[in-house]
């Protein structure tokens, strides 16, 4: 089965932190993703990798950043932490190739910015 | 206007009951259409996809596309209490294989 792990459940920052969230998967997937989702908005994309040190913005990059330095692991960086970036943060990972291939996704990391 | 819609819910229904979970879109390209579970403090995970119009069934869980109605549904036969998770719709357009579009989900809780 795959498995995305996402480095934590629960977190808690500071208004105008740096804060980074990792991400990682066992498949050897190309494709990984970083959404976040909200009451009534469902899940949109922040941004995506579809490959080693490539990504391309989503639908809501504002305020974020990303790094994928080796295949397995996807980081979601915010630059400046505000309070409307409280949010549940859901990453997920994909074979590149085929149109019918799913996205696994992990467990979502719940963050809350004071 | 969303590009998906769908009804947040709650649906409760009695266990044994014929639920029936459903999302409309407003874009002609979409083609794949999936349907992902997600429960409480966890992460979505794909329960169907099929592509283009028609029906998918898989145990007790049928999907059904209308592309001219641009209209999806899940039926989900003898619901039972472990069927009881936010039900997720999305979507892929055809010029595109990597964007997702979801519904925002409904709530289903299934009573013993």
């Known amino acids: 089965d795959v498995k995305v792990t996402q480095s934590s459940r629960y977190l808690v920052k500071r208004t105008g932190e740096k804060v980074f969230l990792e991400c990682v998967q066992d498949?050897?997937?190309?494709?990984m993703f970083w959404y976040r989702q909200d009451p009534g908005l469902g899940l949109r994309l922040i941004y995506f990798?579809?490959?080693?040190?490539?990504?391309e913005k989503g639908d809501i990059p504002e305020g974020y950043s990303v790094s994928r330095e080796k295949k397995e692991r996807f980081s979601l960086i915010l630059e400046s932490a505000s309070t409307n970036q409280t949010s549940m943060y859901l990453c997920?990972?994909?074979?590149?190739?085929?149109?019918?291939?799913?996205?696994?996704f992990g467990d979502g990391t719940r963050l809350s910015i004071l | 206007q969303k590009e998906v819609e769908q009804d947040p819910g709650p649906l409760s229904v009695p266990e044994g009951a014929i639920v029936s979970l459903n999302c409309t879109y407003s874009?002609?390209?979409?083609?794949?259409f999936m349907w992902y579970r997600q429960y409480s403090r966890k992460g979505p995970e794909l329960l169907m996809y099929?592509?283009?119009?028609g029906n998918k069934e898989d145990g007790r869980f049928t999907a059904q596309v209308d592309k001219s109605s641009k209209y999806i549904s899940l039926f989900i036969r003898d619901s039972q209490p472990s069927d009881s998770a936010t039900y997720l719709c999305?979507?892929?357009?055809?010029?595109?294989?990597?964007?997702?579009?979801f519904g925002s989900g409904t709530r289903l809780l299934v009573r013993p």
């Open positions: 874009n002609s390209a979409f083609q794949y």
């Open positions: 999305a979507m892929r357009p055809m010029d595109s294989s990597y964007k997702l579009i």
């Open positions: 099929t592509y283009s119009s």
């Open positions: 990798s579809y490959d080693v040190k490539m990504k």
């Open positions: 997920a990972s994909r074979h590149g190739q085929g149109f019918n291939q799913p996205q696994h």
């Open positions: 498949m050897d997937h190309e494709n």
